[in-house]
């Protein structure tokens, strides 16, 4: 780069994309034009030059740091669903299904499992009921309101 080079970075490559980081994932402008990285874009919306930010912009369009960290596994999170209403479902290896509301940062139901939970799905109607998929060969559908299967 030269002396009118800026550095940016789109931020962290989420878990579930796979594979490492790429030189996509940070460059470096130079006079309104991009070294390093591919993508497209442009200051302007042309498509044209690749920058990562509107002309007018003084940050990154995609930050590193999360918006709201949610803790409460203790293994990995394997499925997400978002509800209609700041609700959000995780299953994860730990063997239970969690119920979130984002916006309060807190923890509303966990749904325990015999074995690990792989994938998880609001009812597609009402955050009233979802599906989750366990590894013991079971589809079970959980009413929220009574907490049970």
Known sequence: GGENAERWSIGTRPASWGGAATAADTATVVGGTREGGGG???????GSGS???CSSCTQPILSAAPVRVLEGHTQEVLS????RSDLLLSASMDCSVRLWHVAQGVCLGDYRHPKVVTS???HPLTDGFFLTGCMDKRLRLWDVPNGKV
């Open 120 to 122: 998880v799905d609001f």
């Open 80 to 83: 997400l669903s978002w509800g």
């Open 51 to 53: 920058s990562g930010r």
């Open 40 to 46: 497209g874009g442009s200051r302007d919306g042309s």
